[in-house]
Every structure is written in structure tokens, then in C-alpha cells.
């Protein structure tokens, strides 16, 4: 079991900062990362490595105040970036404002539908308690996703709240 606590504000909290690597067949287990008051907060903070594939999340617990994701808060936005065979349970995330997700905070604002595949989600709670524009969704707060399942997932928000994400661009 992995405990990250964090007293700062407005600054990231993740068990990795920065990634500039390929992360493949990994299994992330009975994390917690309470940090209320931090923005970026998830396992990743942000990623610019190329292929994330086939990585298990389970029993993920995440506090953070704005763009928080249960696996990455902010994947950087380039197209020849690969998510692939993401698959999450058990997994709950609380956050004060927006921009919410149960695997990824905010995703890449391009349109390649390819860049993300074969994500899953299931038996997970996903909540912001922002009062204006939330942006929450099951699998992402902001983006899009191809081959995407979102099972037995409560998600809460008061604006821009999806199954699959909060809102698609």
C-alpha cells in the first residue's frame, strides 16, 4: 500500500512527476494520494512519454483539488502519443473543482481517435464538488476515447458531467 499525504497548495502530488518513458504491463495497487488542496494531482502528474499500454489500476484512492486523474491528471498534448489497454477498478476520486476523471484528468486536445484505445473503467466513484463548470467524466474530465467501457460508475458534478468523459472535444 502507497500513502502520499500533501499539505502544500497549487502544486503537483503524484507518486511521478514527470514521465518521459514508455510505461507497459504495470499494475498500480491500493494507492492513495490525499491532497485537497493540489492541482495535477493523480499517479502521473504529466506525461510525455510515448506508448502507456497495458497498465492495471486497482483500489485507487485520490483527493486533489483541480485536474485530477485517477492514472495521469494532464497527459501533454502530442499526437504520436499512445494509451492503450488501460484498465481501472475500484477507484475514487474527490475533487474540489474541475477538470475530473477516473483514469485521466484532462487528455490531449487533438483529434487523433487512435491516440487512446481499449480503456476501462469499472465499479468506481468519481466526484467534483465545483459549484460552476466541472468538467467530470468515468474515464476523463476533458478528451476522447476509442474502444472505451465505462461499468458501474457513479460519476457527480455540476456542469459538464459524462459516463465517459465530461466533456468530448
Known sequence: KITDTSTGTNSYSNLIMYNYGELENLIFKNINIDSPKENYVGIIGANYGLKINNITLDNINIKGRETVGGFISYPYNRED?????????????????GIVGGIFGNMPNHHNFQTTTNISIKDSNITSTAAGVSYVGGI????DCNYCLVDNVEVTGARHVGGMTGYQR
Open 140 to 143: 476523463s474530465g476533458l478528451g
Open 81 to 97: 502519443i499512445r494509451y492503450s489497454n488501460i484498465n481501472a477498478s475500484n477507484v475514487t476520486i474527490l475533487a474540489e473543482r
